[in-house]
């Protein structure tokens, strides 16, 4: 097997690898648009792209549909020809108006997660831009798939299966991932397959699965496609990419981590996040840290008067260099990142284990 394309669609891309969007601004325009001229698709963050604008605390809604246009139109730039899609969370505030943004942009797909998009089907209809939700289960899966053909006429144009690996946020109770309880990744798209094949089969449409969340080598891409996923969506392997638009300090503090510097925290978000650990976890640890003393009314189920943190100044403290003040999200696989290297490198060595696993198949037969 060759590593093969990933149709979503008309869309083709060479390469079976959607970079999955990473916030708060650590894949912005520089690194979808170098993963896309690659072969994949590459996803921007929608999680408060305009932290960079004047306005961000004064306006902060007019400030990210601003930082959506400005990221979408550099991207479109820098990658004419490629893939780009956005990551837009269901739990944003102004979730409507910013996939409003991004379709009139002509984005070619929103992947949207932390919630079921329910209405999505109704912001893209008569469009280009394609829709993806991210579930963790296959009854996810079922039900958003058939509210969308119910009430929309509209089937999934892919599916992304987020298991317990994953860096950011977690669609799984932190119960649950403390006493091991969830299944492995690939039980979970073999579930989402079953339940998906009927809808497929009697529509006659192909509903794309994308397996996300520790997923690191070309083995591991070929593993999931031979149980029948389309392709995969891969963030923490990006992340010390030179491309990466997260300060130089993010990414070593990716290089640096452990195994043991991994852990969880609990998110305003209202879910567990995976986070290397620093001073900032070591406050909140010891309920230590400062009280949320203004709020950007950016998450549906934030209450600044009850959360233990603003995720979003935390998140930007990391992205701008802060690393020992701010939150850094990482994958289960973190660790493994031991330097900085260009997408195109990744990608090569990505496409080197691929090869390397059909020729240790080989050598058995
Ligand atoms: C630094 C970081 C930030 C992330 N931010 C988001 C986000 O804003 N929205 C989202 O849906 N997923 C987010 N994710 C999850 C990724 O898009 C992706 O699905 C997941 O991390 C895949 O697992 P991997 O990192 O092991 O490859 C984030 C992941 C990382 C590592």
Same mark, same amino acid.
């Given at each position: ?50 932290? #960079?604008?004047?306005?961000? #605390?004064?306006?902060?809604? #007019? ?210 996040? #995976? ?91």
């Amino acid at each position: 097997m060759n590593l093969p394309k990933l149709k979503i669609g008309n869309l083709v891309a060479k390469l079976p690898v959607i970079q999955g969007g990473m916030g708060i601004g650590v894949s912005l325009s520089k690194l979808s648009s170098a993963v896309a001229n690659e072969g994949g698709i590459g996803i921007i963050s929608g999680a408060q792209t305009g932290f #960079r604008e004047k306005n961000f #605390r004064t306006d902060n809604n #007019r400030a990210n549909v601003n930082g959506i246009i400005k990221e979408i139109k550099k991207a479109r730039n820098l990658s004419p020809n490629g893939i780009l899609g956005i990551n837009i969370l269901k739990a944003s505030n102004n979730y409507f108006e910013l996939v409003k943004t991004a379709v009139k942009e002509k984005i070619d797909l929103i992947i949207s997660g932390a919630g079921l998009p329910i209405k999505l089907p109704s912001f893209v209809k008569n469009t280009k831009t394609k829709i993806v939700p991210i579930i963790s289960s296959g009854r996810a899966a079922k039900l958003i798939t058939k509210v969308w053909k119910k009430r929309y006429d509209y089937l999934p144009d892919a599916i992304v299966v987020e298991g317990k690996k994953a860096g950011g946020h977690l669609g799984f109770k932190k119960k649950d991932l403390d006493n091991n309880s969830i299944k492995p990744l690939k039980e979970i798209v073999k579930d989402v397959i079953n339940v998906i094949n009927p809808f497929e089969q009697k529509h006659n449409q192909k509903i794309p699965i994308i397996a996300a969340g520790g997923i690191y080598t070309g083995e591991d891409i070929k593993d999931f496609l031979e149980i029948g996923a389309s392709g995969v969506q891969m963030a923490t392997r990006f992340v010390a990419a030179e491309e990466c638009d997260a300060d130089i300090e993010f990414k070593k503090a990716y290089i640096n981590a452990t195994k043991e510097d991994i852990c969880f925290i609990e998110s305003p978000v209202g879910m567990p996040g #995976r986070v290397i650990k620093n001073h900032f976890v070591e406050k909140y640890t010891n309920n230590n840290l400062d009280s949320v003393d203004s709020c950007y009314k950016c998450l549906k189920r934030c209450n600044p008067k009850t959360a233990l943190f603003c995720i979003t100044d935390a998140l930007i403290k990391a992205v701008n260099g802060d690393t020992e003040n701010g939150l850094i999200f990482i994958g289960e696989n973190g660790y493994r990142v031991n330097k900085i290297s260009t997408v195109k490198e990744i990608f090569e060595d990505i496409k080197k284990s691929f090869d390397l696993k059909k020729e240790k198949l080989n050598s058995l037969i």
